[in-house]
């Protein structure tokens, strides 16, 4: 893992150096928007409304707009601010983890220990632990004030961020204002079946079974030959920095042409379903097929 800021725990005059690392990642298969008629990638790009030119990223700014006037902020203007120039995570109070409303629970991070000697770090883990109380903590983390809980996980200590007090809406549901008689029978049987289903919580048994389907589609897709050629389709990256974007149209074509020249003197470059359809036809061939294919026929009967 590698850390995403450094700092200091701090309580009283108890200083904790740290490194935070991001707890959680995400394990979704990533996906692209492709047009629907011919497999080619679909770009968004930063548009200057002024001058109509691609922005990278290192010439965007921020700005505030009160709707009269607006107001740019700049990069330094961000790190001027004694907040996010703060390097400490304090301590404002310890309060009964159960305290705690499980709805304001945000982003997880783990602390690491950033000294020599981890000594004062285990001081407040062992604390926490003996105490069963959770410290509450205040800090600067990408341009925003951050609140958050602090908290012991086995070992290591976990800072989980909280949503402020107004970022919580309040639920109001007319319906449930009105009476509701529940039979003592009832609460039983109903108590009974939570009894059938309990047990103890182990994460690990359950998997994300839509994201296993999902990538089965995609290798069962992938071996039936039901695929483009990425390089031709999607054409090369735009570089890091906002450069120039690929024209995934002209290179679309070009692939095209170029599958009808080495094509040329076998025959007709007319083709045929059971020609688009053949399972040991080169990716790249399949791929210029395809898009001849959409040409040639309606919407609704184009190439999966």
Not at 22 to 35: G, M, P, W
Not at 36 to 54: H, K, L, M, P, S
Not at 207 to 228: C, P, S
Not at 231 to 257: H, Q, Y
Request: glycine share 4%; with cysteine.
């Amino acid at each position: 893992m590698r850390s995403i800021w450094k700092g200091a725990l701090t309580f009283g005059l108890v200083n904790v150096p740290v490194k935070v690392y991001s707890a959680t990642e995400d394990h979704d298969v990533s996906l692209h928007q492709v047009h629907a008629a011919d497999g080619g990638r679909i770009r968004y790009q930063r548009i200057c409304e002024i001058d109509g030119e691609v922005v990278p990223y290192s010439d965007i700014d921020k700005a505030y707009d009160d709707g009269e006037r607006t107001v740019v902020l700049t990069s330094d203007d961000f790190a001027a601010l004694p907040s996010e120039r703060s390097r400490e995570i304090e301590v404002v109070e310890f309060v009964p983890t159960e305290q705690i409303d499980l709805l304001t629970l945000d982003k997880a991070y783990y602390l690491e220990p950033d000294s020599k000697s981890p000594k004062a770090y285990v001081l407040l883990r062992r604390t926490l632990e003996q105490t069963d109380r959770t410290a509450i903590v205040r800090f600067a983390l990408r341009q925003k004030t951050r609140l958050a809980a602090l908290r012991v996980r086995g070992d290591v200590l976990v800072l989980q961020t909280l949503l402020w007090a107004d970022e919580v809406r309040e639920a109001s549901f007319p319906v449930l204002d009105e009476p509701v008689k529940i039979s003592s029978k009832e609460l039983e049987l109903s108590a009974s079946l939570v009894d059938s289903f309990s047990s103890d919580f182990d994460p690990s048994e359950f998997t994300d079974e839509y994201q296993k389907e999902l990538r089965t589609l995609i290798d069962a897709k992938l071996e039936k030959g039901d695929a483009f050629d990425t390089a031709e389709t999607f054409g090369e990256k735009a570089d890091a920095e906002g450069g120039e974007v690929i024209d995934l149209m002209a290179a679309l074509r070009a692939s095209v042409e170029k599958s009808r020249a080495a094509r040329s003197g076998k025959g007709s470059v007319g083709e045929s379903k059971a020609d688009a359809d053949e399972e040991s036809a080169p990716a790249t061939k399949k791929a210029a097929k395809k898009t001849e294919a959409a040409k040639k026929v309606p919407a609704k009967k184009k190439a999966s």
